[in-house]
């Protein structure tokens, strides 16, 4: 067995000397104070399992000495030892985190009987909690791919924050897999039996998403015909997902704050404040730091859903994954269209290993869903990927001619902008600095309308 250490407080020296010296006979190690305050210094500064304690001492009683040493430890187990056998201070030590309670004079037997109790709840305790960690570094989460390092330390975090109720923010390049994990750490909690509710704060106008995230009363505004719940109250027990904070008017980033802070908001119309018990999750691709300059985003919303942070790596940053991830999606894609695929050719698999992919994991999916669909025979054939040699990595020589490396810049800028903007070709046209007009000739030019990132 474990060394087992119990701290032993009483002020009356003889009490103390009798208690001690029967533990020790039973082969547990003892550490003595003659007072609260000396107790709680040795408490603080050894590896104490169990303390049992006289509640009647001049400077503390029993039971604060119980609710001190439960602030600094909640798993603490301290035993009371009343001289008062009353059912009040009973009840009152069970109340305050006792462990157990004894009455004067101690039956020695009862004593050891108790301690016993406890010894075996912290074997049990540790032992599940030894078992439990381990499963867990072996545990995958569901429907997550990655296996290198940058991953496997986003699933320990994942893991490890699932469990609370912290806010958290995840970031990362689109299409990382940023909604994926917030699923992971909605169904990895304990609120997985409620609900997940996402709001994607980039997609509607200002006054549509507030009355979308807070509900309103009938007749809040044109066209309120009947009064409605928002997401806030949906999320009741459960989660709240901001997805694309980063793209929240301002107006609104206070209104959230104060719901962050107060947990309280009132619908639109109406004055009665609701109450709600939701964890959020938020997501962004944006470089919120650089927003917060711009005076785009509030500092301290920023703080507030900064608590903890995943940043998900880029793909090209975990190429290592890269096989994991083309086998899973073509397995998957060959089941949905029922179609039987061998694998790669080893020149579609060189490429796919080398490309770069701006727009993350979900290209790759849609790639690979792409030329599984597309392929005629039962493996994926370079012809059946949308890479050229000039948007595959180390592939542009310098022997090339200027319009092949022309080419190769502007089909790997326009799929970067695709993937950006989701796929909306007004959005990619922005980012590019060309007219929609322009960006429609170059898609047709390079028969890019098939492009694996317009969902
Ligand atoms: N590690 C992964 N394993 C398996 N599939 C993944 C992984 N990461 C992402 N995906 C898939 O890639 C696609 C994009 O993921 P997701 O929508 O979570 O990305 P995102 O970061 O939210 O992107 P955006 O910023 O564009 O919204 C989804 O179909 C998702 O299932
Ligand atoms: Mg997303």
Known sequence: MNRFCILVVDDEPAQLELLSGFLTKQGFETVLAESAEKALAIFRRDAVDLVVTDQKMPDMSGLDLVKAMRAINPEASVIVITAYGTVDTAVAAIKSGAADYLTKPVNLDELLYRVEQVRERHRLLTENRELREALQTHRRIDGVIGEGGRMLEVFSLV??????????????????????????????????SGPMIRVNCAALPETLLESELFGHEKGAFTGAFAARKGRFELADGGTLFLDEIGDLPLPLQAKLLRVLQEKEF?????????????????????????????????????????????????????????????????????????????????????????????????????????????????????????????????????????????????????????????????????????????????????GLYEDPNSE
Not at 326 to 353: P, S, V, Y
Not at 387 to 413: D, F, I, K, W, Y
């Open 266 to 446: 009132e619908r639109l119309g109406s004055s009665k404040p609701v109450r709600v018990n939701v964890r959020i999750l938020a997501a962004t691709h944006r470089d919120l730091e650089a927003l917060l300059k711009a005076g785009q985003f509030r500092e301290d919303l920023y703080y507030r859903l900064n608590v903890v942070t995943i940043t998900l790596p880029a793909l090209r940053e975990r190429r290592e994954d890269l096989p994991l991830l083309m086998d899973h999606f073509l397995r998957r894609f060959a089941e949905k269209n029922k179609k039987i695929i061998r694998g790669f050719t080893q020149e579609a698999r060189e490429m796919l290993l080398r490309y770069d992919y701006p727009g993350n994991v979900r290209e790759l999916e849609n790639i690979i869903e792409r030329a599984v669909v597309l392929t005629r025979d039962d493996v994926i054939g370079r012809a059946d990927l949308p890479l050229t040699t000039h948007n595959v990595e180390g592939e542009e020589n310098e022997q090339a001619s200027l319009p092949a490396v022309v080419e190769g810049v502007e089909r790997r800028m326009i799929r970067e902008a695709l993937a950006r903007s989701g796929g909306i070709q007004t959005r990619a046209a922005e980012l590019l600095g060309i007219s929609e007009r322009a960006l429609r000739y170059k898609l047709d030019k390079y």
């Open 159 to 192: 893991r490890r924050v699932a469990s609370s109720e912290a806010t958290v923010l995840i970031r990362g390049e689109s299409g990382t897999g940023k909604e994926l994990i917030a699923k992971a750490i909605h169904y990895g909690s304990p609120r997985a």
